[in-house]
């Protein structure tokens, strides 16, 4: 396979990481299953949203499927709704387009037919408008009716329309709710993501903030004399003190939650997040406040038990509960359903064309694993609902270059390892569920389930992967900009005397104040970088640290550092836990590209693109040529049309235009009665 320049490899990583929530592999891993789930929704009209006013001529029909016609009308709505649709100028993307719009339109009267048999009431179509209405405010029926009429339906025909977009929403929610899953799924599944249930460190703790450092002093001298912190937090803390500082703890609630390291501010987290024992932290300054953390118990990041998560039950935004592992897997299941009835749908599809009719649907198999084929809409759907690669189409010829030259490959080769890996799932005696690339993620890790590593292993991650591990410089300021060198000279001085508030007494100097927040070495101003982060030149004024004059641009400025973080690297020991976790997924991802590699080389996949792509190449040369030809004839009988109209002296001529055309393709090879 070609090797993908570097600049567009981001564009490959179609495939799910193990890193990645079951959430985000189930929408990344299907895109395809997602896109035509959309696709079939979307080709009934967006009755939420209808524009336009195209009037409802259905025209002639182009071919049927399945007995049920295609019309011109039907071709030419599909064409609207994607912009892809509409960048296809001939050549060989242009056929791809076509391949893909055909693939469309035979799936979606495939989806309408199977959907017709579910039941939708006309109650619900009712709603559906009243709501509709309500939402457009068509308060009137009149309104209403000019609306309708407006989008070329009258009544009637708009209550078939939701009706059908009903039918196909329903049907669709049907199957992927009809899944179950047994105990043996769930614990498999479970056993396959595990990791994506993982706790990190958690705390359960109280805080007490206060605005000023003789405050905070005089609280630890209180908890030193024994004075509860629960009932110090109540009476002194200016943040949680109704909850009697309890971090976590919902409103009216005083029992402390288990929060993690993001929950708190970074110098904040780090200092707690130390006390595994148990504790207090010293008295930190961040932000212009200072805060005293107590910690009562510390939680280790760990994979709770399978029992443990399916017993636990979580309330939904609905105010239901749910258990959250039984639903991701049955999401995860659902997908698969899906996948299936829209192969099932494409598959079993029948295509018939009238006779004199120049379409067909090229389909051809672009490659072979055993018995299965891979078709070439499918392959043109990897391709093409990827967004970054239309935005490469839009660059002309060069994008589409870098598509068939990069990314066609790599596509047919995911194609391909998906089906080599559903097979395999499927001889391997598991209960594997999920689509397709869900079922080539799973398998991977399953291969490599016995991985291990050594503590040599995890160190050399660690000291590879350093920087994963450091914590920027970074500080928290306010600068006060100053006309003259004498404002800022004076402003200083009397600041770092005695001042109280930087932005006040920057006034009283006739200088203002920007509150510029938190910045590191790579992001502040460069004529700071120096004084905050090199020479670190700052002096202790108050609850602030402030630097010397700084001149910049005719301005002098004088910076305020509310907080300060030095860079820090956490030691091997501090993060020993998670640098074996990545090493181990790591090398497990490893392992399991070796046994991808090896069971797709003796299965054997018989790539037939090359040979397919010579007849697209054919039919795009005729297709383009006799466009050419019907266009020079239509130009021929326009100008003789002209010619032939007699003129009045002073009367002014319009030119004839060129009428509207349906698009079509013209085939090569004679028309193909079914697709499968």
Known sequence: MRETPKKYAALEQSEPTSKRTVLARVVLGVVAVALLAGMIVQFTPNLASLTGGVQRTDGKTLFSVNGAPVTEQDYERTKQQNQLFGLANGGTFGQDVNNLLMNQLVLVSSARQDASRTNVSGGD?????????????????????????????????????????????????????GVTISDAELKFFYDQNKNNYKETDRILARQIVVDKQGDADAIRASLKAGEAFDK???????????????????????????????????????????????G????????????????????????????????????????????????????????????????????????????DSTMDFYDPAVATVGKTDIKLSELNRAVYSNQQIQQFLQQGAQGATLVEQFFKPQSLDNLINQEVAVQ??????????????????????????DTTIT??????????????YTTPASADIQEASFKTLEQAKAFRAAFIAGGTDFTKDAARQKGTVTETGSVTPESVNPAYKKVLFDAKALTKAGALQVSDVIANNKQFIVVGVKSYIEKSVKPFTEVAADAKDKALIGKRAVVGQKWLTDTVKAAKPVKKYDDVRKQIELRAKKADADKAAADAKRKAELEKQNKATPTTPGATTTPATTPPTTPTTTPTTPATPASK
Do not use: C
């Open 424 to 449: 395999a799932a499927k001889k391997s005696g598991q209960p594997f569920f999920g689509a397709g690339a869900d079922i080539l993620q799973q398998i991977q890790n399953y291969q490599s389930k």
């Open 455 to 468: 503590d040599a292993d995890v160190k050399k991650y660690y000291t590879d992967n350093v920087a994963t």
């Open 232 to 278: 110090l937090a109540h009476e002194k803390s200016t943040i949680g003190k109704d909850q009697d500082g309890a971090l976590g703890a919902k409103t009216g609630e005083k029992v402390p939650q288990p929060i993690a390291d993001i929950a708190l501010p970074k110098n904040i987290a780090d200092a707690a997040f130390k006390l595994k024992q148990g």
């Open 280 to 355: 207090v932290t010293p008295t930190i300054a961040d932000g212009g406040k200072f805060y005293i953390v107590k910690v009562e118990k510390f939680l280790p990041a760990g994979v709770p038990s399978f029992e443990t998560l399916k017993a636990k039950m979580d309330k939904g935004t609905d105010g239901k509960e749910t258990n959250k592992l039984t639903q991701d897997a049955k999401a995860l299941k659902g997908n698969g359903a899906i996948e299936a009835w829209v192969k099932g749908l494409q598959q079993n599809a029948k295509l018939e064309f009238p006779k």
């Open 125 to 177: 179509v009712s709603k559906y408008i009243t709501d509709l209405r309500a939402q457009r405010q068509l308060t009137k029926d009149s309104d209403y009716t000019a609306f309708v009429q407006s989008n070329g339906y009258n009544d009637a025909t708009f209550r078939d329309a939701v009706r059908q977009q009903l039918q196909l929403t329903k049907r669709i929610e049907e199957i992927q709710k």
